[in-house]
């Protein structure tokens, strides 16, 4: 008998399991699938420019292997390790999350005119993917905390807020709206989960939006990816070259694909392949099928989630489903939205598939809390 | 809401305190249940459900629905190469190599991976004999992925450069002409072709259409850059076909021997350009022919990039006596033992001869004319000839035409026809003029032509230098289509061989005799006709033109120095003839004493 509280379980009984929910199942091997499916796309995305920049096909894939390797091991003792006991880590993720993200703008490593890296040991850490994870852990934890005063704006939005702003700023100072978007919408769609009035999630929301607005029309660079997204069929040789690519690579592939490794895209046609456009070669090389089958296991990862975040036995497993699985969701969204031209396209990566050592550690990592919130849920 | 205010009061004890169960409340539904936060999750589902059906859509849309306009810039991937068939051969009448397409390293950069393009512009400078302002401005380019520095280099040349260990260096191979007898060994014959393999003159350029390769076509996908062909990629491929091999007469080492000697005498004699002709008599086929010049910039004699012998027309002056005397004894109207008066001075319509080659008033006959090279001699025998018969006469041995006897077809690119004006535009003394080879201009080839007819029993035959085209089959084709002609009787020629021959016993060419064989020739010493003074000056060409055996003519042989320091025929022209014969004589393994 797992009960939140005595009280609850007058309300009505929790029923003990003695085997975890086939939805645990399906989560656990989806997320393996897509790890697998990543590494099988990284190999094939990455060999071309590996050998032209390193004389080694693995120069990439070798890593992403590692990473892989290394997600895989955090995933499965992730899955065995209590969730309830995260909200003792939450301030020091908070406190580190943060300071990491000081330290990148101190001695962070720049590439492609953003300093979104730190190094250490020889390789690069992305602190702005591990602030995600400490968001959630924490808004969960201070969401719970307070979640009697969810209408009080004084007592949970306000400071929420401040928090976001410090955050935000921080990778804004990158700078990376991408991920400073997708943390403002990790917080507010947790606290939207948790029922914080919709009034005050707007209060948060429209700044947050007009500050998005504002960084647009001051880069030139990001104006360029925003008349990208708007106009990349009339110009399909500069601003639109990435996203026209894309959605070439994608035709390309058809129905059934052209088979891994077969594909144009990592051939110098798309940037960034076995990265942000890591999804034109899945979909080019395995095809609509491929394609489909790789969004429904993402899809099942997030509605999986989001049914745990209503079947969890408390608030605190409840609100990291749903942080966890709304992480997901915008991740999923905002990267194929960028390559299937919904939206500008912002270098936000692809869970489980994109080359990326911290962003594939980190998604294993929440993955796994979100496994073992599931396993204990009804 | 009293609820709320209350619980705000105990919010310092929110784990003990007791939900409140108020219907209305925000936050008292349990989780897991049917409750206020379980319906906003249900709304992040349906949310969820809804973007994800967007994106398959989209993906349905993009993939399978409008496919065909979203590959619509599927086009830039594509590459259509050009696949050259490879150029054909030039081979020698052995079926040596003369010219052979092989491939040579070209050595390029890569801007974008040169770390330091100063550096490595000043390390390749000396190897690579280019300016480091030029080699820097290229390597700096880092637009470019590709910088070819120096295409075509030698295998010794790449081996320095690739021993430098630069980053971004990248050596290509492409196709390029090699000599394997040397890049000068009959460069005037051969001709030229640029880097691209576009032919500049000589027979790469008059049978550059039999010589290049057809191309193929090769359209496949290729990655961005434009340099890998991607795997399976292929759309369409059509194959090349390299060209036909020429086979010409040219015999590689009478060659060689002729080179050296023209040029050793090019070099003493002070000229300014010489050429040397060895023709077989019976096929008239081109054994050797060498033209060298004198650099105008440094002094060098070397083997010329065109061919004078086919383009320079020069004056022959004393070697076309023999035509005229020729053609005098052909139509009967003198015979060999026939006597001549010869006066130091005659007149001939309104101009007075001078005798310049014979001191006195003295009786020689038609073989004496000939041997001391008698202008007056000569003007007396043309006279028994009419305008027409000379000038048929002249045309017969060649003259006035291409050397491949056809109206229209030059025998060789650019080649030159010499001058001879028609007879019924001559006047005054042209007559007597042209008789001893004024006012008319011929070619070294015209001239071997012309001499080759008296060694080959009177038959003009077209002096051939391309014998055949080879296909990538081995199928052969001739190229020539030479039409010989009967010009003189077969006598006439005999007695003008014995009468050229007493030429080099005891006559002007006494130093073209070769030991141990009969040797017939003339010389001519012409003055050249100046076209800034508008008169002749006091620069000669000189010629010697001849044939050996006598009894059995095996070869033909020209030779003509420009501007010789020492200016007559007999000290110049003539000794040089006399070590070509020798010496192809010898090769050609024709028995001494014929």
């Known amino acids: 008998m797992r009960l939140i509280d005595q009280s609850l379980g007058q309300a009505k009984p929790v029923a003990t399991r003695s085997s975890p929910p086939v939805r645990y199942l399906v989560l656990l091997a989806s997320t393996l699938l897509l790890f697998l499916t990543g590494a099988v796309t990284v190999l094939s995305a990455s060999t071309p420019s590996s050998i032209n920049q390193a004389g080694d096909a693995f120069a990439t894939f070798g890593w992403h292997a590692a990473y892989v390797t290394v997600a895989v091991f955090v995933l ?64 969960a934890s201070f969401l719970d905390q307070r979640r009697y005063f969810l209408d009080r704006f004084d007592r949970v939005t306000f400071p929420i807020g401040v928090g976001l702003v410090v955050i935000c700023a921080l990778i804004l100072a990158q700078p990376d709206l991408g991920t400073a978007i997708m943390i403002g919408a990790i917080a507010i769609g947790m606290m939207w989960a948790a029922g914080v009035p919709f009034k005050h999630l707007a209060s948060l929301a429209a700044p947050g939006l007009a500050v998005g607005l504002l960084c647009v029309l001051g880069s030139p660079y990001r104006r360029d990816r925003v008349l990208g997204f708007l106009s990349a069929s009339d110009n399909p040789e500069g601003a639109g070259w990435q996203v026209t690519q894309g959605l070439l690579s994608l035709a390309n592939g058809g129905l059934r694909g052209t088979g891994i490794s077969a594909g144009h895209a990592q051939w110098g046609w798309v940037p960034a392949p076995h990265t942000d456009f890591v999804f034109a070669v899945v979909g080019e090389q395995l095809g609509f099928i491929g394609a489909l089958a790789v969004l429904i296991l993402l899809g099942a990862i997030i509605l999986t989630g989001f049914r745990t975040a209503q079947l969890a036995p408390d608030v605190f497993g409840s609100l990291l489903a749903a942080g966890i699985s709304v992480w997901f969701l915008a991740q999923v969204v905002v990267n194929l939205g960028g390559v299937l031209q919904f939206l500008p396209i912002t270098g936000v990566t692809l869970p489980f598939i994109s080359y990326g050592g ?21 | 809401m009293s609820v709320l205010s209350e619980t705000r009061t105990r919010a310092d004890s929110i784990s003990s305190r007791p939900i409140p169960r108020s219907e209305d409340s925000l936050v008292t539904r349990p989780f897991g249940q049917v409750g206020y936060r379980g319906r906003r999750i249900g709304l992040l589902i349906l949310l969820t459900t809804f973007l994800l059906v967007g994106i398959a859509g989209r993906l349905l849309q993009v993939q399978i629905i409008e496919r065909e306009n979203f590959l619509g810039e599927l086009y830039r991937h594509v590459d259509h190469a050009s696949l050259e068939g490879q150029r054909g051969r030039i081979l020698d009448r052995d079926g040596g190599f003369l010219v052979i397409t092989d491939h040579l390293p070209s050595i390029g950069v890569n801007p974008q991976l040169v770390q330091r393009p100063m550096q490595v512009a000043r390390s390749l400078s000396p190897i690579l004999g280019k300016s480091v302002e030029d080699l820097y401005s290229r390597i700096s380019n880092r637009q470019l992925q590709y910088v070819p520095l120096m295409r075509q280099v030698s295998p010794e040349v790449e081996q320095k450069v690739l021993s430098l260990d630069l980053a971004g260096l990248e050596i290509r191979s492409e ?21 691209d393999e576009k032919p500049l003159n000589g027979l790469e350029a008059q049978f550059s259409e039999q010589l290049s390769g057809k191309a193929g076509l090769r359209t496949e996908y290729v990655s961005a850059s434009g340099s890998i062909r991607l795997p ?123 005798e310049p080659y014979v001191d006195f008033d003295r009786q020689l006959d038609v073989s004496e004319i000939l041997a001391k090279s008698s202008n007056v001699g000569t003007i007396q025998i043309s006279e028994r000839l009419t305008h027409d018969e000379l000038y048929e006469y002249f045309r017969g041995f060649g003259l006035g035409a291409y050397s491949s006897g056809l109206e229209a077809t030059p025998a060789f690119p650019n080649e030159s026809r010499g001058r001879l004006v028609p007879p019924r535009q001559w006047k005054g003394t042209d007559h007597a003029v042209i008789s001893f080879g004024h006012s008319v ?49 077969a006598t006439t020629a005999t007695q003008m061989r014995e009468m050229l021959e007493r030429v080099v016993i005891d006559g002007t060419g006494k130093r073209a005799a070769v030991d141990g064989y009969r040797v017939a020739g003339k010389t001519g010493t012409a003055e050249k006709f100046s076209l800034e003074e508008g008169d002749y000056g006091e620069r000669y060409t000189t010629v010697f033109a001849g044939f050996a055996p006598v009894d059995n003519p095996r070869v033909t042989v020209v030779v003509v120095l420009d501007e010789p320091t020492e200016h007559g025929a007999s000290q110049t022209a003539a000794p040089v003839f006399s070590q070509i014969t020798d010496s192809t004589l010898s090769t050609l393994g024709v028995a001494k004493g014929g």
């Open chain 1, 76 to 139: 499965l003792t992730t899955v065995g390790f209590d969730y309830r006991r995260w909200r003792r880590f939450a301030p020091a993720l908070l406190i580190l999350a943060t300071s990491s993200l000081v330290a990148v703008l101190l001695w962070g490593r720049s590439s492609g005119g953003s300093q979104r890296w730190l190094e250490i040991a020889g390789r690069t850490v992305q602190p702005s993917e591990i602030v995600k994870f400490a968001l959630v852990v924490s808004v």
């Open chain 1, 358 to 378: 911290t962003a594939l550690v980190v998604n294993a990592l929440a993955a796994g809390v979100l496994l073992n919130v599931t396993r204990q849920s009804i």
């Open chain 2, 175 to 195: 196709e390029a002409r090699v000599y394997p007898k040397g890049e000068d060994f009959a460069r005037n014959l051969l001709g030229q072709v640029d880097v």
């Open chain 2, 232 to 354: 399976g990629g292929g759309l369409s491929y059509e194959a090349p076909h390299p060209g036909s091999d020429i086979q010409i007469t040219l015999h590689t080492g009478t060659q060689y021997r002729v080179e050296e000697i023209l040029k050793k005498a090019v070099l003493e004699s002070g000229a300014n350009w010489g050429a040397a002709i060895v023709l077989d008599v019976e096929t008239a086929e081109v054994l050797a022919l060498a033209d060298v010049n004198r650099s105008q910039s440094d002094g060098q004699v070397r083997v010329s990039g065109a061919s004078g012998s086919y383009l320079n027309a020069f004056e022959p002056g004393s070697v076309a006596k023999t035509l005229t005397i020729a053609a005098a004894l052909d139509l009967n109207r003198i015979s060999t033992d026939e006597i001549f008066a010869i006066p130091n001075r005659y007149q001939f319509a309104d101009k007075t001869f001078d």
């Open chain 2, 441 to 489: 201009s011929v070619t070294a080839i015209q001239l071997a032509g012309a001499y080759n007819v008296i060694a080959n029993d009177g038959r003009f035959v077209p002096p051939t230098l391309a014998r055949a085209a080879i296909n990538s089959q081995g199928s052969v084709s001739p190229l020539s289509a030479a039409k010989s002609r009967q010009v003189l009787d």
